[in-house]
C-alpha cells in the first residue's frame, strides 16, 4: 500500500494550493481518509477527514471555510483544496487512512496508512 502526496511549495499569504494524494494497493471504502499536518517544532494536527462511504467530509476549526478536501474514487485520488492560506499553515501535509473516526491522532504510525507527507510554505 502507497499514499503518495504531492502539490506542496511556496505560496504568498492569500494565495491557494491543491494538493493531492494517490493511494496504490489499497481501496478507500470502509477507511476514513485524513489530512493532517506538522509544523517545524510542533505536534501532529488533524485538519481534515472524508468517510470514503458517504463522501462526509469534516474539518479542523483551523481550516474551516479554507480548506475543501475531495475523494475521486476513479482515480484513487484525495485532493485538499487549500484557498486563503495563511502563514500558520506552513507545515508538511499528510494523508493517511483508518476505519476509526479520530480527530485527534499523536503519530502517524498510528494510522493503518500514511503517506510521507508534502511540504507546504506560506510567506511573502
Known amino acids: 500500500v502507497q499514499l503518495v502526496e504531492s502539490g506542496g511549495g511556496l505560496v504568498q499569504p492569500g494565495g491557494s494550493l491543491r494538493l493531492s494524494c494517490a493511494a496504490s494497493g489499497f481501496i478507500f471504502s470502509n477507511y476514513y481518509i485524513t489530512w493532517v499536518r506538522q509544523a517545524p517544532g510542533k505536534g501532529l494536527e488533524w485538519v481534515s477527514l472524508i468517510n470514503s462511504n458517504t463522501g462526509t467530509t469534516v474539518y479542523g476549526d483551523s481550516v474551516q471555510g479554507r480548506f475543501t478536501t475531495s475523494l475521486d474514487y476513479a482515480r484513487k485520488t484525495l485532493y485538499l483544496q487549500m484557498n486563503n492560506l495563511i502563514p500558520e499553515d506552513t507545515a508538511v501535509y499528510h494523508c493517511?487512512?483508518?476505519?476509526?473516526?479520530?480527530?485527534?491522532?499523536?503519530?502517524?504510525?498510528?494510522?493503518?496508512?500514511w503517506g510521507r507527507g508534502t511540504q507546504v510554505t506560506v510567506s511573502s
Open positions: 493517511a487512512a483508518d476505519q476509526r473516526y479520530r480527530q485527534r491522532w499523536d503519530d502517524l504510525t498510528d494510522f493503518t496508512y
